[in-house]
């Protein structure tokens, strides 16, 4: 499967606990993006790298959320002190940046990852 | 602010007849549109895209036109199958380069056999 990939798919914790995902993007992919999806909306942009740098965050990214991607490959999501709101589908996505003009910039998702603070 | 939006939160059709989805946008600075399918606990599945410099676009039963004046785009699937019953989001970007997507909130189709 050459798809994104991602780990855990569900994640239960207590309130207050850190918790982490990861994602391994489509291998000749350069962008990394995650996004948050909570029940009746669409997913909502958290970040994005291209390669091993993070260029954009979302105000909706806190200081209690981090994201890496240390070797331009795949990336990690943490989430410190996590917090009921917290509860979501975490959508890690990958797209080949720099097409030809006019042919925009198809993100594919992964599976998801739920997370379900209790 | 929802700079895209999609007012028809389900829609039910019957097997083999047409199904259309709808979805408006505010942004004149988009230029390209998606539309992904998701089923239940999973991510979100590309299906079909357009560029701003077309009005149509079409991938088997899958058919996007977009009217730009309007800031409206919409999916035909035609003919609708029990399979294609999911949730339908429209996304758009601004630029080539664009780094991120706008989604709209999803419009539930059923495809009654």
């Known amino acids: 499967d050459t798809g994104v990939s991602q780990d855990p798919r569900h994640k239960i914790t207590k309130r207050g606990q850190n918790v982490t995902f990861r994602c391994d993007p489509i291998?000749?992919?350069?962008?990394l993006y995650w996004y948050r999806q909570t029940l009746g909306q669409g997913p909502e942009f958290l970040t994005y790298f291209q390669n091993e740098a993070q260029l954009e965050k979302s105000r909706l990214l806190s200081d209690r959320f981090s994201a890496e991607r240390p070797k331009g490959s795949f990336s990690t999501l943490e989430i410190q002190r996590t917090e009921q709101g917290d509860s979501a589908m975490y959508l890690c996505?990958?797209?080949?940046?720099?097409?030809?003009?006019?042919?925009?910039?198809?993100?594919?998702f992964g599976e998801g990852s739920w997370l379900t603070v209790v | 602010d929802q700079q895209v939006k999609q007012n028809s939160p389900s829609l039910s059709v019957q097997e083999g007849r047409i199904s259309i989805l709808n979805c408006d946008y505010t942004n004149s600075m988009f230029d390209y549109f998606l539309w992904y399918k998701k089923y239940p606990a999973e991510g979100p599945t590309f299906l079909i895209s357009i560029s701003s410099i077309k009005d149509k676009n079409e991938d088997g039963r899958f058919t996007v036109f977009l009217n730009k004046s309007a800031k409206h785009l919409s999916l035909h699937i035609v003919p609708s199958q029990p399979g294609d019953s999911a949730v339908y989001f429209c996304?758009?970007?601004?630029?080539?380069?664009?780094?991120?997507?706008?989604f709209g909130t999803g419009t539930r189709l059923t495809v009654i056999p």
């Open positions: 996505a990958s797209s080949l940046a720099g097409g030809r003009r006019g042919s925009g910039n198809t993100i594919y």
């Open positions: 996304a758009a970007s601004a630029g080539t380069g664009a780094n991120n997507l706008f």
């Open positions: 291998s000749e992919h350069n962008r």
